[in-house]
Structures are given as structure tokens and as C-alpha cells.
């Protein structure tokens, strides 16, 4: 079959350059091995933040006596939680079936591989010819030695994102964003939970302040969620129908199930590359150029496969901008700074751009603004006021360099900041903007007033 743009992969990068393509007239095919949506819909992004929601069901219930609110202890039916979780996830995936088709792309449901130069051959035998191919084909949990995801106690996040059972206790090795995430889940849950972290820091791949990070490590303690940094996690030895985790500083650690969270590596391998004499960098990244092709002519690589951060909404706006360039429009060269991340610790933790730090590392001359949680009606009115939020801008124009938010909702919140950074606007355009009342946004123009030294609800500094 002969297309102008095969997509290899239906995942976020995926399945959006496919119909953002379609819809720019060119003659799609999309091909998917597994689930259309990819790791975000079904095995990541999407299932953690439903259960994430649920479990918080669980959390708000048992502390809502302060409000003179009672509820009897919960209890939790697995197999329902599991549905409604899949329900969440195939609402999603059918959605996307349905644009898929709306906009006429072809969606082949197969392995694809590269054949030479503009040919993809399936695993049924057909062959794609294409003048351009888009590798989007995501990314895998990495094993680490001594840990064999075939061990049916050792999980990966697809494991425990399956929801078979609540381990009594559970090691979590890896305290980056998805290690930390899933240990919220299990706590909330009833497990007992350690978090293993070889690093001297937790969440060390993300540019986040000591005072940011403080926030969640009081609160994950507070939660007894026990966290080991600096730590590694050498082997296990199956103990009493559980296992033993070894440590490095010769402490064992009994448990019920241990959860591998260490990263994650491009989907690189029985891609046939070398049919077209390309290789993954060292890092497992494919290198690609501004206009996102790599150095085989005519062969495009996006999202998780190639460098910067493994984000859903990454993957999408390289997927679009590909797409555009392909449509004949101009390259748009992403900015990695400019995207924002969510974290869904407990409180959640939200960041853009530059932290203090990283500005102050760079040399910059900057005005910092902080307002705390605690001084927003409307999360001390929903019993959720810790944290804060942050905003970091240049001291000369004033233009917002950064912003980071700790508490609830930050997830939400951070977008404010986000369009401020993309769209090279100062504290000026935030703090003078009026927010409704009560409400969290109101956080980060206070914040931004803070910076400027014109704050009513904190003293200035
Ligand atoms: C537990 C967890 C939680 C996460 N939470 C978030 C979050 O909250 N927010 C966020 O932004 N990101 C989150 N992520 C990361 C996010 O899921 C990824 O960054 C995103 O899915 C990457 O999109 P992609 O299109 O590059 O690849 P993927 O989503 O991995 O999709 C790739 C697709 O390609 C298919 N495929 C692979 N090889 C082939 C082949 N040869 N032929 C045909 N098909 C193939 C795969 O089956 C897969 O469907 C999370 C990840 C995990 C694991």
C-alpha cells in the first residue's frame, strides 16, 4: 500500500501526527501493535491519574472529621476499581478509534518494521511504501540485573497498574516520578511502602528546588511512606511465600511484591533500523535534527524515542509540529523548557520552565515571588493548604523565566505559568491580570505580585 506519511506507533506522538496530518490532506497510515493510545492511555499517564483520583477518595474520607464529617472505614473491592479504571481507559481509546477513522487515517493493527529506505513491512507480510516514516514507537520500563520482570513478584508499572492485588508490603526501587507516583497509590491503598532511591535525591531528573522537594518528602513521611535515598537495591531471595530485597548497606527488607521504577528506555529494538544504517545513541535515544528526521533521509523520530523529557503532551506537540512541517508549513523547533510536568505526589507537584536555581546557576539576575497555600480561602475552605507557589522571572524585564507549584491541584494550575513562558510574558501581565475570588489561581498572581515587591496578602521582601 503506498501512503505519504506511515506513523509506526498509535501512542500520544503517534496517533496525533497521524490524524494532524490527515487533516493537512496528506495520505496516512498508522500502524499499532498493541492498544491505540499507547503507554499514556492504557499503561500510564491516564490509569495512574484515575487511580490517583480514586485513592484520594480514600485519603479525603479519613481525614474529613476535622470538618465534622464522618465516614464509616472504606473498603475497597479491587475487581471494581479495576473495571472502572478500564472503563476510563477504553472511553478514551474508542474516542480516538472514532477520529482516527473520521479523518481517514489507515489504521493497520501490526508490528511494523523498517524495510529500506520508504518501505515499513508488517508482520503479516504486507509492505508500506511511504515518502515519509514517523518512528513513534514509545518507550519500555527498563529491568534492572537481579530483578526479572518474568518473576511474577517483581512488577513493572504495567504490573501494578493492573491491579491484581494490594501487597501487604511493597518496595518500590526508583523514586523518579513514576516510582513515587505508584508508591502514593499503594499507601493509599493499605500497603506498607518503602521507596528505594539510588540517588541522594528523589525526583532528581526534574528541575525542582530543595524548598519545592521539602514540601513532599514532610508529606510523604507524613503519609509513612519510608524513603531510603542514596540506597541501592542489589538482588532478592525468595523469604515465606514473599521475598527479601538486599540493599547495599547489607539491610534486608521483606516484602510482599517489589515494583521496578528505574526508567524507562526508547522502543528501539526489531525496528530494522539498519535498513536504513541508523543506530540509537548510546542513551537509547534515536538523535533526530530540528525538523525532528534523523540521519536517514525521509525517517522522522518522536516522543519517548528521542531526547527530552518522556512526557505525553511532549510527544503530542512534536507529533503536530512534524506533522505541519510535513504538510509543506515551517519547522517548528520545540522548546524543552518551555513544557510544563506534573507530578502526582500527594500534595502534587507542578514546574515550567527554569527553577531558582537553574537561573541562578546560569548566571541570571532574577526577582523570585513565593505565596503560600495556606493564605488562599479557597484550599484552607477544601482542607488542602499546604504547599506553595513559586515564580521565578528576570530581574530586568521582567519576563517569567519559571514557575513551580507545590499543593493541590498544581497539575492545573501550572498551565497559567506555561503560557506565560511560551508566550514571553512578564509578572506584570500575571500579577495585574484579575483572578476570580476564592480561587487557587489566585496563588500565582499573588506570587507574581510577591516578585515585584507589590504583595497585599504577604509581606514583601
Ligand atoms: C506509569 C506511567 C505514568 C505516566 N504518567 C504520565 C503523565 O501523567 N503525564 C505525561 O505526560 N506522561 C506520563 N507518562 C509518560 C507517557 O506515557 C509517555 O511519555 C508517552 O506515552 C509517550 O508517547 P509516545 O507516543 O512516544 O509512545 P507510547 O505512548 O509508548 O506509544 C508507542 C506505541 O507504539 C506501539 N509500538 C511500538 N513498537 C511498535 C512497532 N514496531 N509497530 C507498531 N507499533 C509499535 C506501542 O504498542 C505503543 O502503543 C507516564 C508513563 C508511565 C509508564
Keep these: 500500500m503506498d501512503y505519504q506519511v506511515v506513523v509506526v506507533g498509535g501512542g500520544p506522538g503517534g496517533y496525533v501526527c497521524a490524524i494532524r496530518c490527515a487533516q493537512l490532506g496528506l495520505r496516512v497510515g498508522l500502524l499499532e501493535e498493541r492498544e491505540l493510545g499507547g503507554v499514556c492511555l492504557n499503561w500510564g499517564c491516564v490509569p495512574t491519574k484515575a487511580l490517583y483520583a480514586a485513592t484520594k477518595l480514600i485519603e479525603r474520607a479519613s481525614t474529613a472529621d476535622e470538618m465534622g464529617i464522618g465516614f464509616p472505614p472504606p473498603s475497597i473491592d479491587l475487581t471494581k476499581l479495576a473495571a472502572w479504571k478500564a472503563r476510563v481507559v477504553s ?49 519500555s520500563p527498563i529491568e534492572i540485573p537481579g530483578f526479572p520482570f518474568d518473576d511474577p513478584l517483581v512488577w513493572s508499572s504495567d504490573d501494578a497498574l493492573a491491579l491484581t492485588e494490594i501487597p501487604d508490603r511493597l518496595v518500590v526501587i526508583g523514586g523518579g516520578v513514576i516510582g513515587l507516583e505508584l508508591a502514593t497509590i499503594y499507601r493509599r491503598l493499605g500497603s506498607s511502602v518503602t521507596v528505594i532511591e539510588l540517588l541522594p535525591e528523589i525526583l532528581s531528573a526534574v528541575d525542582l ?219 506584570e501581565a500575571i500579577a495585574d491580570a484579575v483572578h476570580p475570588h476564592p480561587t487557587l489561581p489566585e496563588g500565582l498572581k499573588e506570587a507574581a505580585e510577591n516578585a515585584l515587591g507589590r504583595a497585599i496578602h504577604t509581606v514583601n521582601r
Design 91 to 139: 472511553k478514551l481509546v474508542g474516542g480516538i478509534e472514532t477520529l482516527l477513522d473520521k479523518n481517514g487515517v489507515d489504521v493497520h493493527r501490526a508490528r511494523g518494521r523498517l524495510d529500506g529506505s520508504g518501505r515499513v513491512a508488517l508482520a503479516s507480510g504486507e509492505t508500506l511504501t511511504a515518502e515519509r516514516i514517523v518512528l513513534a514507537t514509545g518507550s
Design 209 to 427: 528546588d530543595r524548598r519545592t522537594l521539602g514540601v513532599v518528602k514532610r508529606s510523604l513521611a507524613e503519609q509513612g511512606i519510608d524513603v531510603r535515598t542514596g540506597t541501592a537495591a542489589d538482588s532478592y531471595e525468595p523469604a515465606k511465600d514473599a521475598l527479601a530485597v538486599r540493599l547495599n548497606s547489607g539491610e534486608s527488607l521483606e516484602a510482599d511484591r517489589v515494583l521496578l521504577a528505574v526508567g524507562r528506555r526508547p522502543n528501539t529494538a526489531d525496528l530494522g533500523l539498519a535498513s536504513v544504517d541508523l543506530e540509537p545513541e548510546p542513551s537509547g535515544v534515536l538523535a533526530v535534527d530540528d525538523s525532528l528526521e534523523t540521519r536517514a533521509r525521509g525517517v522522522h523520530a518522536i516522543g519517548d524515542l528521542v531526547a527530552g523529557p518522556m512526557l505525553a503532551h511532549k510527544a503530542s506537540a512534536e507529533g503536530v509540529a512534524l506533522a505541519d512541517a510535513l504538510a509543506g508549513g515551517e519547522t517548528r523547533v520545540l522548546d524543552h523548557e518551555t513544557i510544563p510536568q506534573a507530578i502526582f505526589t500527594d500534595p502534587e507537584i507542578a514546574s515550567v520552565g527554569l527553577s531558582e536555581r537553574a537561573a541562578k546557576e546560569r548566571g541570571r539576575e532574577i526577582l523570585v515571588g513565593r505565596f503560600p497555600y495556606a493564605a488562599l480561602g479557597k484550599a484552607l475552605g477544601m482542607r488542602d493548604a499546604s504547599g506553595f507557589f513559586q515564580i521565578v522571572a528576570d530581574a530586568g524585564d521582567h519576563r517569567v523565566l519559571g514557575a513551580q507549584i507545590v499543593g493541590a491541584e498544581a497539575s492545573d494550575l501550572i498551565s497559567e505559568a506555561a503560557v506565560a513562558l511560551q508566550a514571553g510574558l512578564t509578572l
